[in-house]
């Protein structure tokens, strides 16, 4: 059995850990209450552009070149959302094992093609897809410690660029959607080309605010070439804030449980403690009333 002063330093050392899980937590809770309150606002936004720009490209006679859809899919982008620190348990690692699944199912030819690239937003995201060899072109470690929308839309829009020229063919972001505190919506989802039977599948169930032939000024084409661009920005916008909030969560529930973990291992410590305590007092004991017999019987 161990010795007192090595379960000792071992309480101390569990409860020093149980301490800063414990603030962990907390910082945690304070950052997901800014990130929801970000990502509640963005919303209703990004939902209702997608809505605006779904009627317009519904319209038969406006066009845009990021609506190329390509005769052959030659080169496809990733744009993948992780984080820059760790200690939030399978948020970066579910994801990730999410997007490694899809891409040797769907895009197995293009890896081996080498045709694939991604760009890695975060610190775990970059250190996760070139450590297996993926054909990273661009990485964003510590882009969470200042998250600006203004560094967003610059990657997306370098994508659209990349996406008008023919640089590549198919533009996918794969994210954490934040559900609650302690589960998350791993997504992987097309923005470019932009499908226009899809972009805008939110529906008003008001038939006749469906029924509305709305006049474009000064035409729905000029709207339209306005609209999309920022419509793309909005959706790696929003996928960042939803994987930001999402982070915390995750981090919140796994201090929380480490927390919890540590509690249990403090008692059974105590437990190991207090019995050895209890051997070394019956042993000495023994040796007492052995000595004072041998005593006695002298």
């Given at each position: 059995?161990?010795?007192?002063?090595?379960?000792?330093?071992?309480?101390?050392?569990?409860?020093?850990?149980?301490?800063?899980?414990?603030a962990m937590k907390m910082v945690a809770a304070a950052k997901?209450?800014?990130?929801?309150?970000?990502?509640?606002?963005?919303?209703?936004?990004?939902?209702?552009i997608a809505e605006v720009a779904g009627r317009l490209?519904?319209?038969?006679?406006?066009?845009?070149p990021v609506m190329r859809k390509p005769e052959e899919v030659e080169n496809v982008l990733f744009i993948i959302v992780g984080s820059d620190r760790g200690l939030c348990g399978g948020f970066n690692?579910?994801?990730?094992?999410?997007?490694?699944?899809?891409?040797?199912?769907?895009f197995q030819k293009h890896l081996d093609n080498k045709s694939l690239s991604v760009v890695a937003i975060g610190k775990k995201a970059t250190a996760y897809f070139k450590k297996r060899k993926y054909n990273v072109i661009e990485s964003f470690p510590g882009f969470f410690d200042d998250i600006q929308y203004d560094a967003?839309?610059?990657?997306?829009?370098?994508?659209?660029?990349?996406?008008?020229?023919?640089?590549?063919?198919?533009?996918?972001?794969?994210?954490?959607?934040?559900?609650?505190?302690?589960?998350?919506?791993?997504?992987?989802?097309q923005v470019l080309p932009i499908d226009a039977e899809n972009i805008g599948n939110v529906k008003s169930d008001n038939a006749s605010e469906q029924a509305i032939d709305y006049l474009y000024e000064p035409n729905s084409q000029a709207i339209l070439?306005?609209?999309?661009?920022?419509?793309?920005?909005?959706?790696?916008?929003?996928?960042?804030?939803?994987?930001?909030?999402?982070?915390?969560?995750?981090?919140?529930?796994?201090m929380d449980s480490a927390t919890e973990n540590a509690k249990d291992l403090e008692k059974e410590l105590r437990l190991?403690?207090?019995?050895?305590?209890?051997?070394a007092i019956t042993t000495e004991i023994s040796e007492i009333v052995s000595g004072a017999q041998a005593l006695s019987e002298n």
């Open positions: 059995m161990a010795n007192l002063r090595d379960i000792r330093n071992r309480i101390s050392s569990v409860n020093n850990t149980q301490q800063i899980t414990k997901l209450r800014k990130a929801q309150e970000k990502m509640t606002r963005t919303r209703p936004y990004a939902s209702k490209t519904g319209s038969n006679n406006v066009s845009n690692n579910n994801l990730f094992k999410e997007v490694e699944k899809q891409l040797h199912s769907n967003t839309s610059s990657i997306m829009e370098t994508a659209t660029e990349q996406f008008i020229k023919g640089e590549f063919d198919e533009v996918y972001i794969a994210f954490n959607e934040f559900k609650s505190v302690i589960a998350q919506n791993r997504k992987v989802q070439d306005r609209l999309l661009p920022l419509h793309l920005n909005m959706q790696l916008w929003r996928s960042v804030l939803e994987s930001n909030a999402s982070e915390q969560g995750a981090r919140m529930t796994a190991k403690y207090n019995q050895a305590r209890q051997s």
